[in-house]
């Protein structure tokens, strides 16, 4: 089988445009291409071939697809001869190799072994006083401890023995439990530390955090060290710590909650802040924030806020996470960065000053823009032109990647007026193409029967701009409607950086032989013209609201029925939330068709 990541490359770099030229001469019209359908008989052009979306569709017969699907459609060939075609024709070698599948079904066996230590590490902390009484030293209670599956691994060199019967098993080795040194002598990776469980978003557990009880420079009985403070597990084919981040599983309710997400350098910190009614804090595993964190990030809240120490490392790291920020926020979306007094870490400031002094600061941090341009002013001289040029030029990079129009407006303002510049000239240094003047155009779109349900027209809006679905509630989605299960399907593939940006050609051909395949190409078809994307962003949102009230009255409908039978407090302070959350109205999900 050819590997889905070849089909998207390939696409992406080949142009529909000239691939059906080989077969039918196509003439502009505006921002497409038309034709004579090569399908059917006709004599008026039907057939339209978007290089924008990198998709042909037809009117008349309603043939449509991507580069691949045109070949195939019209040389009568199949979907590997296709490929082959197109990739000879672009001067690429065409790998045939086993699909993403194979190598996901290869972790299922990875997540039971790491299910197993968890279970064993939880139970070895019952009978380790010493761990037992660092935690509660730390504040943590033993309920928090349970919600994070905290636990300890015993210093024993093979304590893992005592759960997994076959220790020379190589899955042991393969994620990361186990050791085998230069010798062939195998060892338990963790030893005499406290454990955190690291899951990913369906509670799965892809890894560990071990943290040594007391100072790093301690040494075992035998007088080796035990290494840093804490201790991370490698890179498995479970566990990419680029991609994820500690204790979001169990933030979730609280960052939907506060629609705000903290994040933090270290576990500790995590549970410490959950102790002291702070739930809605992650953390990177060891690593700098990725742009991949930060686009996960934004699809559970509108908010993110960074929490470092304000010393140089805190700073360096607070860099760190707004280069990789700027290509992922909306102008819907931020990111802000909270920096600490020196002596404190989250966990020591929140037990020293409290979850409401925390919170406060939390909600009023150092904007992204306000960072930036104190970073950027730092070794400018602002007096001298030569310094406020080297402004505008430090600027530009991060000017060109941030991804929200409106606040990149903002920002060149701003470095405008430091630099003595109009707004125009910088936008003109830096390459950017100036803001619109005037209303927009009303969207290009044609008129279509009402969708049936809210999903369906998410789905109409999503394959517009698939990077929108990282922003849909996904608990809210109803999955069992056909458009309920491509939408969570879309979401999940970006979630785990699988999904084509492109085009509905790239989008088409990642669905080939799924179920979603039908009602994607089905919608697709008939989405050849350009849309207003301010319109189709108010109507996602729109939509999204939707949803949430649809939710909220289903709950209320549940509580109150079983309200006749008597609520328990819980319940009862949960309904009264709810209905003081309820609107008089749903929302209008009235606009212009997509």
């Known amino acids: 089988m050819i590997p889905e990541s070849f089909v998207q490359e390939l696409l992406a770099r080949i142009d529909i445009v000239d691939v059906i030229e080989r077969y039918v001469p196509l003439r502009k019209a505006g921002a497409n291409y038309s034709a004579c359908c090569p399908f059917h008989s006709e004599k008026t052009p039907s057939f339209t071939v978007s290089p924008s979306k990198q998709f042909y569709h037809c009117f008349g017969c309603g043939a449509h697809g991507s580069a ?41 066996p990875l997540t039971e072994l790491m299910a197993r230590a968890m279970h064993f590490y939880r139970e070895q902390l019952k009978t380790a006083p010493k761990a037992v009484d660092y935690l509660k030293n730390r504040g943590l209670t033993g309920e928090i401890a349970a919600r994070f599956g905290l636990g300890y691994a015993p210093a024993d060199w093979q304590a893992l023995q005592q759960t997994f019967a076959d220790y020379n098993d190589p899955a042991l080795v393969e994620c990361g439990l186990v050791i085998v040194n230069e010798q062939g002598r195998r060892y338990d990776r963790f030893r005499d530390r406290v454990m955190f469980p690291i899951l990913d978003q369906r509670g799965n557990v892809i890894g560990f955090g071990g943290r040594v009880i007391g100072h790093s420079k301690e040494a075992n009985a035998d007088g080796t060290s035990v290494g840093p403070k804490y201790l991370n597990s490698p890179e498995t084919p479970l566990f990419e710590k680029g991609r994820e981040l500690y204790g979001l599983t169990q933030a979730r309710q609280a960052i939907r909650d506060t629609d705000t997400v903290i994040v933090v350098e ?3 910190d995590v549970v410490a802040l959950a102790q002291h009614g702070v739930g809605n804090a992650v953390a990177t595993l060891g690593t700098a924030c990725t742009p991949t964190h930060v686009h996960k990030l934004l699809r559970q809240a509108s908010k993110v806020v960074f929490c470092f ?27 802000g960065f909270l920096f600490l007094p020196p002596e404190h870490d989250p966990d020591s400031f929140v037990r020293a000053e409290g979850a409401e002094t925390f919170r406060r600061l939390v909600a009023h941090p150092t904007t992204l823009t306000e960072f930036l341009l104190r970073e950027l002013k730092t070794d400018v001289d602002l007096a001298s032109a030569e310094g406020r040029a080297r402004l505008v030029h430090e600027a530009k990079p991060h000017l060109t990647r941030l991804a929200a129009p409106i606040l990149r407006v903002q920002l060149v303002k701003a470095v405008a007026e430091a630099s003595a510049l109009t707004q125009a000239e910088v936008e003109t240094q830096c390459g950017l193409k100036p803001a619109a003047r005037g209303r927009p155009a009303p969207p290009r779109t044609r008129q279509r029967p009402t969708p049936s349900s809210v999903e369906y027209k998410l789905l109409q809006i999503v394959l517009h701009k698939p990077e929108w679905a990282a922003r849909l509630p996904l608990e809210l989605i109803n999955v069992e409607r056909p458009e309920g299960q491509a939408l969570s399907a879309i979401a999940d ?38 849309v207003d994307l301010g319109a189709l962003e108010a109507m996602f949102n729109d939509s999204v609201v939707r949803l949430r009230h649809t939710a909220l009255t289903a709950e209320i409908e549940q509580l109150t029925a079983r309200a006749r039978q008597g609520l328990n407090p819980e319940e009862r302070q949960r309904l009264a939330e709810l209905l003081a959350k309820k609107r008089p109205a749903a929302p209008s999900t009235s606009g212009p068709p997509i």
Do not use: C
Not at 508 to 529: G, K
């Open 309 to 335: 120490d304000g010393d140089a490392a805190g700073r360096k790291a607070a860099w760190r996470a707004l280069e990789a920020s700027l290509e992922q926020l909306s102008d819907d979306k931020s990111a």
């Open 493 to 530: 593939a970006i979630d785990h950086g699988e999904m084509p940006a492109g085009g509905f050609g790239l989008l088409l051909e990642f669905f080939r032989n799924t179920p979603h395949e039908a009602l994607i190409a089905a919608i697709a078809a008939n989405m050849v013209e350009e």
């Open 266 to 268: 270290g576990y500790m």
């Open 68 to 108: 691949i699907g045109f070949l195939m459609q019209h040389a009568g060939i199949g979907f590997i001869e296709a490929v082959e075609d197109l990739a000879s024709a672009a001067g690429m070698q065409v790998p045939h190799e086993e699909r993403n599948a194979a190598i996901r079904a290869k972790k299922a």
